[in-house]
């Protein structure tokens, strides 16, 4: 098992920059693939980003493509992503989430909020206009 704690994020100006940090316990972090889904008041949980259990590989949503950068820490147990050039329609709840895939190619498929099975409480990114 593995637990996830968001923090970071906030009120922000858009075109502003903010760092979403995901803490994770356990001793075997480095097995699970992490990823990061977003929710807006109305609408469905989805995917923004995630990266491969070396950090070798990534995968982003082509709304965040060029904009958010995700990494991983293994050593500190920690995911993060780096979103730049915010906008208001980033507005939403960010999660933090963690998988076992047996392979890193699953990854690229498994952009649906079903596929992962590990959470945390979520942090709020607020960008205004």
């Known amino acids: 098992q593995v637990q996830l704690v968001e923090s970071g994020g906030g009120l922000v100006q858009a075109g502003g920059s903010l760092r979403l940090s995901c803490a994770a316990s356990?001793?075997?972090?480095?097995?699970?693939?992490m990823g990061w889904f977003r929710q807006a008041p109305g609408k469905e949980r989805e995917f923004v980003a995630a990266?491969?259990?070396?950090?070798?590989?990534?995968y982003y949503a082509d709304s965040v493509r060029g904009r958010f950068t995700i990494s991983r820490d293994n050593p500190k147990n920690a995911a993060i992503l780096q979103m730049n050039n915010l906008k208001p329609e980033d507005t939403a709840v960010y999660y933090c989430?963690?998988?076992?895939?047996?392979?890193?190619?699953?990854?690229?498929?498994?952009?649906?909020?079903?596929?992962?099975?590990?959470w945390g409480q979520g942090t709020q990114v607020t960008v205004s206009s």
């Open positions: 989430t963690a998988e076992r895939f047996e392979y890193d190619y699953l990854l690229s498929g498994s952009k649906h909020y079903h596929y992962w099975g590990h």
């Open positions: 356990g001793r075997t972090f480095s097995s699970y693939a």
């Open positions: 990266v491969s259990r070396s950090g070798g590989n990534t």
